[in-house]
């Protein structure tokens, strides 16, 4: 199945789905701590879901080709995990960083973002590697207009991580995202100038760099979903869900609690969409 354009009727239900997607975020900031176990976080958010916004943790009993279900409705990914962590019972500590991924379905359309969270105080090299994954994340943002390249999204984000000495995770990638959780096209968070599909007014994708402080390499635990890094040197991911207008783009996955754009790039974030 080819990149499915969005009609203005799927746009309002990507906001509304992308809305309520970083909404979760913004609910469960308060509760990463030390001494919140990863399980009470993902119930938290669970039960939030379900009763206050009449959502669906998409995550939930997700089964792609090749794998078993999902057993959870987000996804912790704490220190060197790279992403896919799975919520049990591993207590966070002070010093640890984690990455919440919430994706949620309202109305038959998918919301889909993360952000990085500290828990306590992180140690000078923590904090840094997930200042500049959150700067490679808008970087690439930042070249999404119609015309551009996906090449030119991915350049962006691999260029500024290996600048500041860090590698790109290329297993993993974004992608396109409706009322399927994954569509087309693909989101490689490395590339060229110029190469790859070209961006059309009504295509929505994620951009989720995961940027690993060591090397690129990773493999999969025993659970089959948790990623780390081979080198269990930390990794950090930020995600959008993302709208090419006519103009540039629009982030969906906007609530209140959402963190303002990097100095690094010089465009105001768009308004937030009536509710």
């Not at 790279?82 to 002070?94: A, M, Q, S, T």
């Not at 590698?167 to 790859?196: A, D, M, N, W």
């Not at 007014?201 to 402080?213: K, L, Y």
């Amino acid at each position: 199945m080819g990149i499915v354009i969005k009609t203005a009727e799927d746009i309002e239900g990507m906001r509304l789905a992308g809305r309520l997607a970083a909404e979760v975020l913004d609910f469960i900031a308060p509760h990463i701590k030390p001494g919140v176990s990863t399980g009470e976080l993902d119930r938290l958010c669970h039960d939030y879901m379900l009763e206050t916004q009449g959502t669906v943790p998409a995550p939930l009993n997700y089964a792609p080709p090749g794998y078993r279900p999902y057993p959870k409705s987000i996804c912790t990914s704490v220190n060197h995990q790279v992403c896919h962590g799975i919520p049990g019972e591993r207590v966070l500590k002070n010093g640890d960083i984690v990455n919440i991924d919430v994706t949620v379905i309202k109305n038959g359309f998918h919301g889909d973002n993360s952000r990085m969270y500290f828990v306590g105080e992180p140690s000078i090299a923590a904090r840094r590697l997930c200042e500049v994954t959150f700067e490679c994340m808008w970087l690439g943002i930042a070249q999404i207009r119609p015309g551009a390249a996906l090449g030119d999204v991915g350049y962006a984000i691999q260029t500024h991580a290996e600048k500041h000495g860090y590698s790109v995770v290329r297993e993993f990638c974004g992608h396109g995202i409706g009322r399927k959780f994954h569509e087309e096209p693909q989101v490689l968070h490395y590339g060229r100038p110029g190469t790859l599909d070209r961006l059309v007014e009504g295509m929505t994708f994620t951009v989720e760099p995961m940027i690993n402080a060591g090397r690129r390499e990773i493999k999969e635990l025993a659970d089959g979903w948790t990623i780390v890094t081979k080198d269990h040197s930390l990794s950090a991911q930020w995600e959008h869900t993302v709208l090419v207008t006519a103009r540039g783009y629009e982030i969906l996955t906007q609530s209140a609690g959402t963190p303002p754009p990097p100095a690094i790039v010089s465009r105001p974030a768009p308004a937030l969409a009536p509710a």
